[in-house]
């Protein structure tokens, strides 16, 4: 199966986990997607948990983001193997 980020669409891409709905809201292993860690990064670095888990709950909802949109049409253009630097980003992992 080609592996392809849920996101951004770019495949042969490393792929991480996300939790839709962050594990401290209530979020069960249903609600993950896999996503490059390039896109992860973004959506940890513009949301807050409770943000992902009140309105970003799906990746349709992530997608029509405004502020993901920007991103995405930026990643999308950038080859996989390029490690993007994510300005502001907290760091912030699902777990
Ligand atoms: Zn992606
Ligand atoms: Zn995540």
Do not use: W
Not at 17 to 27: A, F, M, S, T, V
Not at 67 to 87: E, G, Y
């Amino acid at each position: 199966m080609e592996k392809r980020c849920e996101l951004c669409e770019r495949s042969d891409i490393k792929l991480t986990k996300h939790h839709l709905i962050p594990r401290e809201e209530g979020g069960t292993e249903k609600d993950i997607v896999m996503i490059c860690s390039d896109c992860h990064r973004q959506i940890h670095a513009s949301y807050s948990n409770q943000e992902l888990a009140l309105r970003l709950f799906s990746i349709e909802a992530l997608k029509s983001d405004e502020k993901l949109k920007k991103f995405i049409r930026f990643i999308k253009k950038q080859p996989a193997s390029k490690r993007i630097s994510i300005a502001k980003s907290r760091d912030r992992k699902c777990k």
